[in-house]
């Protein structure tokens, strides 16, 4: 039997995960100094238009983090594809701020237990032979 709980936990991080880093986009768009006011040893650094590319891309990653936990909900073998959509693009997130950092590591986790939530138990997992009868019949 599948451990549907472990899935259901790893959406749900994956859902905070694709919200925070949509909220961390969404401020690159608003505020495009932001992230200049966590380090000042920075100096205050602006980007300019960089800001909203990085902006743009952080809401297309939090995107491709949705569909991913929308299959990692879908039963049939899409939780392992999922998973690994929500695991590789919150990774990626960081390069944008990744949802201030919680937001990748909660997708990072989520993919992770939506992938290992999909292991079947041993006797699910064992293929049984047809029976002569079966294979005559074709």
Excluded: C, Q
Aim: negative net charge; proline residues 3%.
């Amino acid at each position: 039997m599948r451990r549907r709980g472990i899935s259901n936990v790893g959406l749900i991080l994956s859902l905070v995960a694709g919200v925070l880093i949509l909220i961390g986009g969404i401020i690159w768009f608003i505020d495009p100094n932001f992230y200049s006011h966590l380090s000042p040893a920075l100096g205050g650094f602006n980007l300019g238009v960089a800001t909203y590319i990085l902006g743009g891309l952080a809401i297309l990653f939090a995107i491709v983090v949705f569909i991913g936990s929308y299959y990692v909900y879908l039963p049939g073998g899409y939780e392992m594809i999922g998973g690994t959509v929500v695991a590789l693009f919150s990774i990626i997130s960081i390069a944008t701020g990744g949802g201030f950092i919680i937001g990748a590591i909660l997708g990072l986790i989520g993919g992770v237990l939506g992938i290992f939530g999909t292991r079947e138990s041993a006797e699910e997992a064992i293929v049984k032979p047809e029976s002569k009868e079966e294979h005559e019949k074709f």
